[in-house]
């Protein structure tokens, strides 16, 4: 069993730079390609990454290791409101859900976090967590950015060999490989991965001999209309129920109660401020990264010092042209063999979840909470309204707080007898 580097140890400086490269590559096609999607500047968005990972360490006191990368809740109401008053009005949705996510933080500072036994009890929330990475499974063999093209008509004998390379070497190495490379079996994969890309000819390296030594991220500023505020401010309890779903898991995973400890709305206020900071510059908003949370669960290793590391390394990204451009050149197929793992890691601590609480599937309403829930993410079914669309886990959050407060009510009026 590999040895455990618990939050609060130091890592040794030679460890360092390799750990905090690994969880570089394990968030840098997601978080990229969301800035690529809104058709940004991806430099601006590896700075505030880096700069909201290191102030959440801050706030959080460096008792929770987590790296806020780019979410992908913000997605739909992103493209209304881009097609109706473009990306300066989204800045200024983006800053507006900060704002109110951070005074959410401070309610949960004053009332505490026993409602969310009332709102995501377990049943509901090992199924939410689960879905974190489940939803994703397919985009890890669909091509892109975060997968590997090997289900797709375009698809090659080259691409799917890379793939399983990486994949074979991700998952054999991290119950195989001793001592210090027990500790980085996602980057001897991920450099694995890209030898293979490299002999198969994957790889252009144009883009790195002509970037710049030295590059400026592009700063943009927020306008404000009430209509793409309103449009945005939804995803909230999107937000909301992600950020808990990521810290009921990151708190099993390292076996602490992060949740009292530096506690919820330490956790809440970080990843808001770092929205709305983001907002006021040109960045998108940011999320807890699940990725990241795969990687700790695989490696053992938890310490924030090497998650600080991981956002320097980030925010060196965005003004270092070509160290930025040799990180792009990573083939989709690479980075799907490591997600593969990954978000199956994730989904497997929502299944952890249920059994650790010791959730009782002979009472109904449980039964009917996780089932409900994993087939609302899973089944590919949406609900729009107002001009916007829920799905996938979006959709399945806001089913989770709806079933679960209504099972509540009706425990509370004494008309369920499906706990007896």
């Known amino acids: 069993m590999n040895k455990i580097i618990q939050v609060d140890e130091k890592v040794p400086i030679p460890m360092l730079l390799p750990l905090s490269l690994q969880h570089t590559f394990?968030?840098?096609?997601?978080?990229?390609?969301?800035?690529?999607?809104?058709?940004?500047?991806?430099g601006i968005v590896l700075l505030m990454n880096g700069i909201g990972t290191l102030l959440l360490i801050l706030i959080t006191k460096g008792k929770v290791p987590a790296y806020l990368g780019s979410s992908f809740a913000f997605l739909g109401p992103t493209q209304i409101i881009l097609g109706k008053y473009g990306f300066p009005y989204a800045l200024g949705g983006f800053v507006a859900v900060g704002i109110l996510g951070c005074f959410i933080a401070y309610i949960v500072k004053k009332y505490g976090v026993d409602w969310l036994d009332i709102v995501l009890p377990p049943a509901a929330m090992g199924a939410v967590v689960a879905l974190i990475g489940l939803q994703l499974a397919s985009a890890t063999v669909q091509g892109g950015a975060i997968g590997a093209n090997i289900m797709?008509?375009?698809?090659?004998?080259?691409?799917?060999?890379?793939?399983?390379?990486?994949?074979?070497?991700?998952?054999?190495?991290?119950?195989?490989?001793?001592?210090?490379?027990?500790?980085?079996?996602?980057?001897?994969?991920?450099?694995?991965?890209?030898?293979?890309?490299?002999?198969?000819?994957?790889?252009?390296?144009?883009?790195?001999?002509?970037?710049?030594?030295?590059?400026?991220?592009q700063f943009q500023f927020p306008k404000f209309a009430l209509e793409p505020i309103l449009t945005m401010l939804p995803v909230t309890l999107v937000i909301m129920s992600e950020n808990i779903s990521h810290q009921v898991v990151t708190g099993n995973i390292i076996g602490r109660d992060i949740i009292r400890d530096p506690g919820l709305d330490k956790t809440i206020f970080a990843d808001n401020f770092s929205t709305m900071i983001s907002g006021l510059v040109g960045s998108v908003p940011t999320t807890t990264y699940g990725e990241n949370i795969g990687v700790m669960a695989v490696t053992g290793v938890y310490s924030t010092q090497v998650i600080g590391g991981a956002a320097i390394v980030s925010i060196s990204m965005a003004f270092?042209?070509?160290?930025?451009?040799?990180?792009?050149?990573?083939?989709?197929?690479?980075?799907?063999?490591?997600?593969?793992?990954?978000?199956?890691?994730?989904?497997?601590?929502?299944?952890?979840?249920?059994?650790?609480?010791?959730v009782d599937f002979s009472k109904s309403s449980n039964l009917m909470l996780?089932?409900?829930?994993?087939?609302?993410?899973?089944?590919?079914?949406?609900?729009?309204?107002?001009?916007?669309?829920?799905?996938?886990?979006?959709?399945?959050?806001?089913?989770?707080?709806?079933?679960?407060?209504?099972?509540?009510?009706?425990?509370?009026?004494?008309?369920?007898?499906?706990?007896?």
């Open 152 to 217: 797709t008509e375009t698809s090659t004998t080259p691409d799917k060999i890379v793939f399983f390379i990486t994949l074979c070497t991700a998952a054999f190495g991290s119950v195989l490989f001793r001592k210090f490379f027990a500790t980085i079996p996602i980057l001897i994969a991920i450099i694995a991965g890209y030898l293979a890309s490299l002999y198969f000819h994957m790889v252009d390296f144009t883009p790195v001999l002509e970037a710049k030594l030295f590059a400026l991220p």
């Open 26 to 42: 394990a968030m840098f096609g997601a978080s990229v390609l969301v800035p690529l999607v809104f058709q940004i500047d991806p």
């Open 320 to 358: 270092i042209g070509p160290f930025a451009a040799l990180i792009r050149t990573i083939p989709g197929n690479v980075i799907g063999g490591v997600t593969f793992i990954l978000y199956g890691m994730i989904g497997a601590s929502g299944l952890r979840l249920l059994v650790d609480e010791n």
């Open 370 to 420: 996780t089932s409900i829930i994993l087939v609302t993410g899973l089944s590919g079914v949406s609900v729009g309204f107002a001009g916007i669309e829920l799905s996938g886990m979006v959709l399945a959050s806001v089913v989770a707080v709806l079933l679960s407060t209504l099972f509540h009510i009706f425990r509370q009026l004494g008309i369920m007898d499906s706990d007896k």
